[in-house]
């Protein structure tokens, strides 16, 4: 009886932990060094993978993506990548195209604007057709939202054309990647329209949220975050390694014996994103984190 009671209180705790496991979401696109994606997907560590980024769009500008030495664009050099997304999505990792970013010229100027740019996104990288898809016939899981710049309106009408494509076939996700400090200066609005399914959120560059020692003030603003975003899973964004970010980087032990607990009884806790791949290489972040996430 007392081995039978072990055996279900084993199963209890699995239980509860289980349904509290997050996922890491990792970027992978501007670094050469940083191995291929379907090496990426092979490490078994994440479960979204953001390529980062098409940084030009909008504004009548022919749309570009931007994957750093990984391959060039301008020759259609980046199509070759559709082997290595179908390998990543048969393992049940979703792949997201990352627009954005914060170096990039990109700019919405009206709703007509978002509707063009939706429309380019859903033939080139999603369920449409086109000639010219950057990375091949692969049809990614959807679009993640950096936007650092340009500008705060229209965003909002960007997730409304995009989240209508969800009805011919294969659901398009929409994630997002706003600064910690409440409300995101430029995705705001945007993530108030409750379209998006997984918002990672930037602890980091941001003093006045992130960690720095103390766990108050991410706390704080990891509770506005949740309690105001209507949003399927928010995800504690952190930079991979110190040098990955100007400030915020979290050492491995504080994370998981004072972060971590401190966040995950939040029914909308979704693990870690990490910034990003290379960086992750070099310090082995997300193996050290992986069984706490």
């Given at each position: ?224 975050w949740t309690a105001e975003i209507p949003a399927t899973k928010i995800f504690l964004g952190l930079p991979a390694s110190p040098a990955a970010a100007g400030s915020g980087y979290i050492p491995v032990g504080d994370l998981t014996s004072q972060v971590l607990p401190a966040i995950k009884g939040s029914a909308k806790y979704g693990g870690v994103m990490l910034w990003d791949k290379y960086y992750d290489d ?12």
């Amino acid at each position: 009886m007392a081995y039978q009671l072990a055996i279900l209180s084993a199963m209890m705790l699995l239980l509860a932990v289980g349904s509290n496991a997050g996922g890491i979401a990792i970027y992978w696109g501007q670094n050469g060094g940083e191995g291929t994606l379907a090496e990426t997907c092979s490490t078994g560590n994440y479960a979204f993978v953001n390529l980062a980024f098409l940084a030009t769009f909008g504004n009548g500008q022919p749309p570009m993506i931007n994957l750093a030495g990984h391959c060039d664009p301008y020759s259609n050099g980046c199509t070759n990548l559709t082997t290595d997304i179908k390998s990543c999505q048969a393992k049940g990792i979703k792949v997201m195209l990352t627009i954005g970013g914060a170096a990039g010229s990109y700019y919405l100027t009206s709703a007509a604007d978002a509707k063009q740019v939706a429309t380019y996104l859903w033939n080139n990288f999603l369920g449409g057709k086109s000639s010219t898809r950057p990375l091949g016939e692969a049809v990614l899981d959807g679009i993640d939202f950096d936007i650092e710049g340009g500008t705060t309106q229209h965003w909002d009408d960007l997730a409304r054309y995009l989240s209508k494509y969800s009805s011919q076939g294969k659901k398009v996700y929409l994630t997002a990647a706003p600064q910690c400090p409440f409300p995101d200066a430029y995705i705001g609005t945007a993530l108030k329209t409750g379209l998006f399914d997984y918002v990672w959120v930037q602890f980091y560059n941001n003093p006045p949220c992130q960690y720095s020692g103390g766990i108050t003030s991410l706390e704080d603003a990891w509770k506005q975050w949740t309690a105001e975003i209507p949003a399927t899973k928010i995800f504690l964004g952190l930079p991979a390694s110190p040098a990955a970010a100007g400030s915020g980087y979290i050492p491995v032990g504080d994370l998981t014996s004072q972060v971590l607990p401190a966040i995950k009884g939040s029914a909308k806790y979704g693990g870690v994103m990490l910034w990003d791949k290379y960086y992750d290489d070099q310090s082995g972040y997300s193996s050290s984190i992986k069984s706490h996430v």
